[in-house]
């Protein structure tokens, strides 16, 4: 008894993701600093919060040693 396999058809090539290692999303730095995404925003644009790093003009990433560095200058 031989088995056979069919062969899988690709129509089109899988997309790669786009993953930046030790980087976090907006939504994920506030999650971790306790604040709402637009009041990180706001901080970012102020100069008050973590260092921010813009790979495009539109997307924003913070590095998660900045956050956690950030996070441990603020407790008092």
Do not use: C, H
Not at 46 to 51: E, S, T
Not at 60 to 66: D, T
């Amino acid at each position: 008894m031989s088995t056979s396999t069919k062969p899988t058809l690709m129509l089109e090539a899988p997309r790669p993701q786009k993953v930046f290692a030790g980087l976090l999303t907006p939504a994920q730095a506030a999650r971790s600093i306790g604040v709402s995404v637009p009041e990180l925003d706001s901080m970012r644009v102020a100069g008050n919060g973590p260092a921010a790093f813009a790979l495009t003009s539109r997307v924003v990433r913070y590095s998660l040693a900045e956050v956690a560095a950030w996070k441990s200058s603020q407790v008092s």
